[in-house]
């Protein structure tokens, strides 16, 4: 059978806190977290299975959805009357009084979802990483290997290894040992730098799924996790493959892209994976039109930069920055910076290495470097973000890189 005759229905875990992303998640779930201006993190994971050719899709929520539900029903309305759509499923306690317990407890709660649209195959796919997945690709290698669970991975750094979850396989694929985030993660066969880390996306067989969720759910001593619970009692019990990332293709990739991706979970990793985009020739391209992210698209004009006042210094200019519509450069100087839609940057400001989230205004004289400033900040005349870190760490959130991070509606005085 070929991928996209499959029948496939994916659920996307989006009910996650990120804790470690905090303030960017005080108001809302970590996929609502805005991304490149004028994205969604959850943005990527849909762009990737609507343009792979799958487009039944719920949306698992339980934290602070509101902006996110809002996003979805306002960006990614697809043709009902061809069976598509995108829908969110707020957590209802379905079974029982509980909360989602865990994220195959997310999963329990809602097996009415597969029993109705009663697919061949199940995604399981998570919300907040950075990356572009062909994911029939994925598919066609679960289909192929006649697996009854494919967990994608890619290697990362072994210093990073206890961040995630470690596979080892044999040489046909077939994972033979599944560990969640351990302090000591096993190296790869002659990579003794690199583990194999899994990604937080399945594609399970339809009743597998429902059967090895089920199962997990009379457990009372379980954690109910997919990694720590349902991937960890598969091993050896049932066919459980690894799908390389880094062999995956998409229309009009270029080969330093290829296996790029991204955990943004942490204040640095965020404000690094924005530095990727800055690049001159980032390795992360949002301008491929054959891969394209989508998204919900405000009413806005075009951006505008003003003042040529080369003799006072008084210069409305961006240098190696994305900005999104409706910003107004007013005389000021942004570089290697990532501007949300309607920021407004004042005459003689500067601002450089940060991210700027919607309606963030930066007065005149302001200096903002190395910093994350969520939607509606308001940067005083005058006043500085990253130049006495502190001072900062008196008021804001300062990653261990020094990344200062300014809560949603701030007012910074000098």
Same mark, same amino acid.
């Given at each position: 059978m070929r991928a996209r005759d499959v029948r496939l229905l994916a659920l996307i875990l989006a009910g996650g806190e990120g804790t470690r992303l905090q303030p960017l998640t005080r108001d809302r779930a970590?996929?609502?977290?805005?991304?490149?201006?004028?994205?969604?993190?959850?943005?990527?994971?849909?762009?990737?299975f609507v343009n792979s050719g799958y487009f039944q899709v719920k949306v698992l929520t339980q934290y602070k959805a509101s902006s996110l539900i809002t996003h979805l029903v306002r960006g990614w309305q697809l043709s009902p009357i061809l069976g598509q759509f995108v829908?969110?499923?707020?957590?209802?306690?379905?079974?029982?009084?509980?909360?989602?317990?865990?994220?195959?407890?997310?999963?329990?709660?809602?097996?009415?979802?597969?029993?109705?649209v009663q697919p061949h195959v199940v995604a399981v796919f998570g919300?907040?990483?950075?990356?572009?997945?062909?994911?029939?690709?994925?598919?066609?290698?679960?289909?192929?290997?006649?697996?009854?669970?494919?967990?994608?991975?890619?290697?990362?750094?072994?210093a990073e290894g206890s961040q995630f979850g470690i596979i080892e396989c044999?040489?046909?694929?077939?994972?033979?040992?599944?560990?969640?985030?351990?302090?000591?993660?096993?190296?790869? @066969?002659? *990579?003794?730098?690199?583990?194999?880390?899994?990604?937080?996306?399945? $594609? /399970? !067989?339809?009743?597998?799924?429902?059967?090895?969720?089920?199962?997990?759910?009379e457990k009372q001593e379980s954690v109910h996790d997919f990694g720590r619970s349902i991937l960890t009692s598969?091993?050896?019990?049932?066919?459980?493959?690894?799908?390389?990332?880094?062999?995956?293709?998409?229309?009009?990739?270029?080969?330093?892209?290829?296996?790029?991706?991204?955990?943004?979970?942490t204040l640095?990793?965020?404000?690094?994976?924005?530095?990727?985009?800055?690049?001159?020739?980032?390795?992360?391209?949002?301008?491929n039109r054959?891969? @394209?992210? *989508?998204?919900?698209?405000?009413?806005?004009?075009?951006?505008?930069? $003003? /003042? !040529?006042?080369?003799a006072t210094d008084r210069i409305g200019i961006a240098t190696d920055s994305l900005v999104s519509p409706g910003c107004i450069v007013s005389g000021a100087h942004v570089h290697r910076s990532v501007l949300g839609?309607?920021?407004r940057v004042h005459s003689y400001a500067r601002v450089e290495e940060s991210v700027l989230g919607e309606g963030c205004d930066i007065g005149r004289d302001a200096r903002v470097r190395r910093a994350v400033l969520d939607k509606f900040v308001r940067v005083e005349p005058g006043a500085t973000i990253g130049y006495d870190l502190e001072r900062d760490r008196a008021r804001f959130t300062v990653s261990d890189a020094g990344i200062v991070a300014v809560a949603k509606g701030t007012v910074v005085t000098p």
């Open positions: 970590k996929p609502a977290v805005p991304f490149g201006g004028r994205y969604r993190l959850i943005d990527f994971v849909l762009s990737n829908e969110p499923v707020p957590a209802q306690q379905r079974v029982g009084r509980d909360w989602f317990r865990g994220s195959a407890d997310a999963v329990f709660q809602n097996l009415n979802l597969v029993s109705d919300a907040d990483h950075v990356y572009k997945m062909d994911v029939s690709q994925m598919v066609q290698f679960h289909l192929d290997k006649r697996a009854e669970l494919t967990v994608a991975a890619i290697p990362v750094p072994i044999d040489a046909e694929g077939r994972v033979v040992r599944f560990l969640e985030k351990p302090k000591d993660p096993p190296p790869m @066969p002659g *990579r003794p730098d690199m583990c194999l880390a899994s990604m937080g996306n399945y $594609v /399970f !067989d339809a009743q597998v799924l429902v059967d090895e969720i089920t199962r997990d759910a598969m091993v050896g019990r049932r066919a459980m493959y690894v799908y390389d990332f880094q062999q995956n293709t998409h229309p009009g990739i270029e080969a330093k892209e290829r296996g790029y991706w991204r955990d943004v979970g640095d990793a965020y404000w690094d994976a924005h530095m990727d985009l800055v690049a001159v020739t980032p390795i992360f391209n949002l301008y054959e891969w @394209p992210i *989508r998204t919900y698209y405000q009413h806005l004009p075009a951006a505008k930069f $003003v /003042f !040529d006042g080369v839609p309607g920021v």
